[in-house]
């Protein structure tokens, strides 16, 4: 069963830069047939994607948060990894990492999701 | 970016109903439509994909329907355990964008 688990501070300072890791099992990070992502959800709205990382490092980001994000991949400790800088009130969210599926012929679609992580920007 | 409108934003219905959620887009996006069910403090669950193929262990009484811009998820006899908060989603195009959500409530 593929399982994601976030993990990181809960609580970061404006100005500062939020940095997210999501622990992949059950399946291989190496997947040439997977991307891996973030999604975010500020407290009693909707999901805003963020961007995702292809096991080789290739990424796609949101032009609306791409500025400030870095999504990287790390294939040896099966670790995906979110930075995203300059950090505001504005970026209060529960953070999700999940899979994408990249079928043969079609468009990646996502299949699985971690339980999340809330990040509070806070002085 | 492509917009994605649902309506409604909330409903209430009983168990046994068959209840249908309807998704918009701003433009056409061919069947790259998913569907989630999130219940309250979970993660998302994905239930549908290029509009109508349910994802592996979704119940079959869920189904998705559509093309273009017009797009359908039908719940056909609602049970206890399908009271949550519904999202469509287009992965057509980048940024992928979301619906609001409805949200299914006990009437």
């Known amino acids: 069963q593929v399982q994601l688990q976030e993990s990181g501070p809960g609580l970061v300072k404006p100005s500062e830069t939020l940095s997210l890791t999501c622990t992949v099992s059950?399946?291989?990070?190496?997947?040439?047939?997977?991307?891996w992502t973030w999604i975010r959800q500020p407290p009693g709205k909707g999901l805003e994607w963020i961007g995702y990382?292809?096991?080789?490092?290739?990424?796609n980001y949101n032009p609306s948060l791409k500025s400030r994000v870095t999504i990287s991949v790390d294939t040896s400790t099966q670790h995906f990894s979110l930075s995203l800088r300059s950090m505001t009130a504005a970026d209060t969210a529960m953070y999700y990492c999940?899979?994408?599926?990249?079928?043969?012929?079609?468009?990646?679609?996502?299949?699985?999701w971690g339980q999340g992580i809330l990040v509070t920007v806070s002085s | 970016d492509i917009q994605m409108t649902q309506s409604p934003l909330s409903l209430s219905a009983s168990v046994g109903d068959r209840v249908t959620i309807t998704c918009r887009a701003s433009q056409g996006i061919r069947n790259y439509v998913a569907w989630f069910q999130q219940k309250p403090g979970k993660a998302p669950k994905s239930l549908i994909f290029s509009a109508s193929r349910l994802q592996a262990g979704v119940p079959s009484r869920f189904s998705g329907g559509g093309s273009g811009t017009d797009f359908t998820l039908t719940i056909s006899g609602l049970q206890p355990d399908d009271f949550a908060t519904y999202y469509c989603q287009q992965y057509y195009s980048f940024p992928w964008t979301f619906g609001q959500g409805t949200k299914v409530e006990f009437k």
């Open positions: 990382v292809y096991y080789s490092g290739t990424t």
């Open positions: 999940a899979r994408v599926l990249q079928p043969k012929w079609e468009l990646p679609y996502l299949d699985f």
């Open positions: 059950g399946a291989s990070i190496n997947s040439r047939s997977h991307y």
